[in-house]
């Protein structure tokens, strides 16, 4: 059973830094893509970013590209996000999802209905 467990989330003030954290379990994860998707109130989730296990391969959405940076610690089994220069539009539960076997390929590692699991999130709030 995979199990994610979302950490690091709270309040800051705009401009600051939060490291969100992904710990992962049940499986050996050299197959899988990791993602960071987000749902502000009212809105739909969308994709942040993702990381292909094996190799480290690193894709961003345009919204947070050079403000996020997603990582990933192999003996840790863990997932990073280092989210700076927050606004507060940042606003949102963030969640960390995984897919099993899934192709590096643009289309599909955006797309939520290709992740297989899901955290329960964490919520981050950026004051302004």
């Known amino acids: 059973q995979v199990q994610l467990v979302e950490s690091g989330g709270g309040l800051v003030q705009a401009g600051g830094s939060l490291r969100l954290s992904c710990a992962a379990s049940?499986?050996?994860?050299?197959?899988?893509?990791m993602g960071w998707f987000r749902q502000a109130p009212g809105k739909e989730r969308e994709f942040l970013a993702a990381?292909?296990?094996?190799?480290?391969?690193?894709y961003y959405a345009n919204s947070v590209k050079g403000r996020f940076t997603i990582s990933r610690d192999n003996v840790k089994n863990t997932v990073y996000l280092q989210m700076n220069s927050l606004k507060p539009e940042d606003t949102a539960v963030y969640y960390c999802?995984?897919?099993?076997?899934?192709?590096?390929?643009?289309?599909?590692?955006?797309?939520?209905?290709?992740?297989?699991?899901w955290g329960q999130g964490t919520q981050v709030t950026v004051s302004s």
């Open positions: 999802a995984a897919a099993q076997n899934s192709p590096w390929v643009v289309v599909t590692i955006i797309a939520q209905d290709k992740y297989d699991y």
């Open positions: 990381i292909r296990w094996s190799g480290g391969n690193t």
């Open positions: 049940g499986r050996t994860f050299s197959t899988y893509v």
